[in-house]
């Protein structure tokens, strides 16, 4: 093609996608976003895969099926469930009268909902422990009532659960704010009473933000470290939690059992990521419209 | 079921939005509350359905006060603007949903309900689209089941909150001849918001004009246009052309306009109120009105020609509006630039002190003036 030919003629170019793109740009901005994504992202991964490629399979089984290890796996598997339920349904509570109800105050505590995230987990677990210690101001009072947080299981999902509310509060919350009150309001017109108006035309809308929010809550937990070792006591067998497990064999100087025990958490983190997101764009695909 | 409002008021903060306000709403028939925005029509249409509470006065479905009756056992079907469908829910879920609502002793068995839903999908024509979702219909279709489930539990009034406002112009009138021709068949009493006038004019049997809070007019729609009773009414629906002055001598004078009016007192503000059919065009003025226009566009879509007027070496705050019909269009001939008179026949004046117009028909005194003298 002459260079006449190109000026004259409306440009014709060979990634025929270029031309219709009116924002300049995207090649340079894809390019640095995926650098960047590949650089926070992929390169740690492929380092843990490097480090652990260094043992053999039998090795590796050997260090994550180890009944300590193992037994972590349960600790934070029941604990972080725990605590995402009980954010389920506490932050779902929390949202609702955030958006719903307007009273003195409200705009603070929606600020303080993202406390958790601003806090370094380790000033929070801290403070946790001090709160709930047997002498402490909450745990002189449940101490009373026979009940142990500090130094127990029972402190880590208290961990878990104030380290990943923010989590739920801030997938549910947009939703409800978006739910029409239009909606409620036929409902209400049809006879409906108000329960069934919250489990039928509520709820429905609500349930895949807050399952979401939950889940997000439980991976998060799975992987929460500073907030829970100032609490939980870390009994071998009773209240050590798997990332407690990987920073122990890297004090042991193990950097391969380290990063194998990491690998599997990092590699359920990822299963259940990849789960909501096809479960959530399922869902959302028929409220849309296919 | 008849319904009658007795001295409703309602405040939002300091804004009054609705000021004392009576009606009665006749049994049976289709009832427009017609007003601008802001008037306190949707707030009083949700009143009268229980969605919100009013600060004073009550609320009597055939005679029976409901005003502290909850939404939910008052027995009114309610259809949004915005359809308010559940998106979660087919179309016959949609519709099933107030059968299912009520209480088991007065539930419908499972088959009845289907039954039912099956013989309303029939009467909204939409029965292929039973198991679709609302987010897979148009605008007109998820309009028409939002009122298939608002009519499934036989309610005893029928509420609209501007059923055809987001629709579009085509489908919008398509979907009132319906609505229009359900309502013969069924004979539901309803009420209907919209700030439409032609919506207003067409669909309904009686018309509620409201404004600032207040009722502005109750009449039919026939008598609504012919016979405004305030400025409000009159500006509100249609066009109208304004000749503001000054009486003089049993003339309105202003600028180089005149208009004779006889029997009038001197010296004092009107206005004198015309529709677009109550004047023609004519070459030079006439005897008893000298009103100068030049003509500013033609529009010829439609049954009649109609022609914008500017006012010449008087003012109008709006352009003057006159149609005319093709054959004396093609006949007389005018054209966009050229100076005309507009003659009326008949017209409605508000004097400086009254709220009330006074009819003016000159056919009829130019007949009188010519026995007389």
């Known amino acids: 093609m002459s260079v006449s030919a190109q000026t004259s003629v409306a440009p014709v170019r060979r990634f025929s996608g270029r031309s219709k793109r009116v924002l300049p740009g995207f090649g340079l901005s894809l390019g640095i976003s995926l650098f960047f994504v590949s650089l926070v992202l992929l390169l740690p991964l492929t380092g843990l895969v490097v480090e652990t490629s260094g043992m053999t399979w039998d090795q590796f089984v050997f260090t994550i099926t180890d009944p300590r290890v193992i037994e972590s796996y349960k600790v934070t598997a029941w604990t972080a469930l725990a605590a995402s339920l009980f954010n389920g349904v506490f932050g779902l509570l929390l949202a609702w009268v955030?958006?719903?109800?307007?009273?003195?105050?409200?705009?603070?505590?929606?600020?303080?909902?993202?406390?958790?995230?601003?806090?370094?987990?380790?000033v929070a677990g801290i403070t946790l422990a001090t709160l709930f210690a047997q002498n402490g101001w909450y745990g002189q009072w449940l101490d009373k009532l026979g009940v142990e947080v500090a130094f127990t299981p029972i402190g880590i999902v208290v961990a878990m659960a104030f380290t990943s509310i923010p989590f739920v509060v801030r997938t549910v919350q947009p939703v409800l704010e978006e739910l029409s009150?239009?909606?409620?309001?036929?409902?209400?017109?049809?006879?409906?009473s108000d329960g069934r108006v919250f489990r039928k035309v509520i709820f429905p809308s609500l349930w895949p933000a807050l399952v979401t929010g939950v889940a997000l809550s439980f991976t998060r937990s799975l992987g929460e470290f500073g907030a829970i070792i100032f609490i939980a006591g870390n009994t071998p067998y009773v209240s050590e939690v798997t990332s407690l497990m990987i920073f122990i064999r890297l004090q042991e100087y193990d950097y391969a059992a380290a990063s194998a025990i990491a690998s599997m958490v990092l590699l359920v983190s990822l299963i259940l990521l990849f789960a909501i997101n096809v479960w959530q764009s399922r869902f959302l695909r028929r409220l849309e419209g296919r | 079921m008849s319904i009658t409002i007795q001295n409703i008021n309602k405040t939002f903060g300091k804004f009054q939005a609705l000021n004392n306000v009576s009606l009665d709403i006749p049994e049976g028939k289709l009832t427009a509350l017609l007003g601008p925005s802001g008037s306190g029509k949707t707030t009083l249409l949700r009143i009268i359905a229980g969605l919100e509470s009013s600060d004073a006065g009550k609320i009597l479905f055939g005679g029976e006060d409901v005003s502290h009756l909850h939404v939910r056992n008052r027995n009114i079907g309610f259809v949004f603007q915005h359809y308010a469908l559940f998106r979660h829910l087919t179309v016959a879920q949609n519709i099933a949903f107030g059968l299912e609502s009520l209480p088991r002793k007065e539930r419908p068995s499972k088959q009845d309900i289907a039954q039912r839903v099956d013989k309303l999908?029939?009467?909204?024509?939409?029965?292929?689209?039973?198991?679709?979702?609302p987010s897979q219909l148009s605008g007109g279709q998820k309009q028409r089941v939002a009122l298939a489930r608002a009519l499934a539990t036989q309610p005893r009034i029928l509420l609209l909150d501007e059923p055809f406002g987001a629709l579009d112009a085509k489908v919008r009138k398509d979907l009132r001849r319906w609505l229009r021709a359900l309502h013969d068949e069924y004979h539901f009493t309803s009420i209907f918001v919209t700030h439409d006038q032609e919506e207003a004019l067409e669909l309904s049997d009686q018309v509620v004009v409201m404004s600032q809070g207040k009722v502005e007019q109750v009449d039919s729609p026939a008598q609504l246009y012919a016979r405004p009773d305030s400025r409000f009414v009159f500006d509100f629906l249609g066009h109208v052309n304004v000749l503001?002055?000054?009486?003089?001598?049993?003339?309105?004078?202003?600028?180089?306009?005149?208009v004779s009016l006889p029997g009038t007192r001197g010296d004092q503000e009107a206005q004198l109120y015309l529709r677009p059919h109550e004047v023609q065009l004519s070459r030079s003025p006439s005897t008893h009105a000298r009103l100068p226009l030049r003509i500013q566009s033609i529009s010829l879509i439609g049954s009649e020609v109609r022609l914008e007027l500017a006012p010449e070496g008087w003012e109008s705050s709006e352009l003057w509006e006159t149609g005319m019909s093709h054959g004396e269009f093609a006949q007389q001939n005018p054209t966009r630039g050229e100076l005309w008179y507009a003659v009326p026949s008949v017209g409605h004046l508000f004097e400086a002190n009254s709220h009330q117009p006074r009819t003016v028909d000159w056919n009829f005194q130019d007949a009188a003036n010519a026995s007389s003298m």
Do not use: N
């Open chain 1, 98 to 122: 955030l958006v719903r109800y307007e009273f003195p105050g409200k705009r603070l505590i929606d600020a303080v909902v993202d406390l958790p995230f601003a806090l370094p987990t380790a």
């Open chain 2, 121 to 133: 999908l029939e009467m909204i024509q939409l029965p292929q689209l039973a198991d679709r979702y």
């Open chain 2, 244 to 258: 503001s002055g000054v009486v003089k001598s049993q003339k309105l004078v202003q600028g180089d306009a005149w």
């Open chain 1, 181 to 192: 009150p239009a909606d409620e309001e036929a409902a209400v017109s049809l006879g409906a």
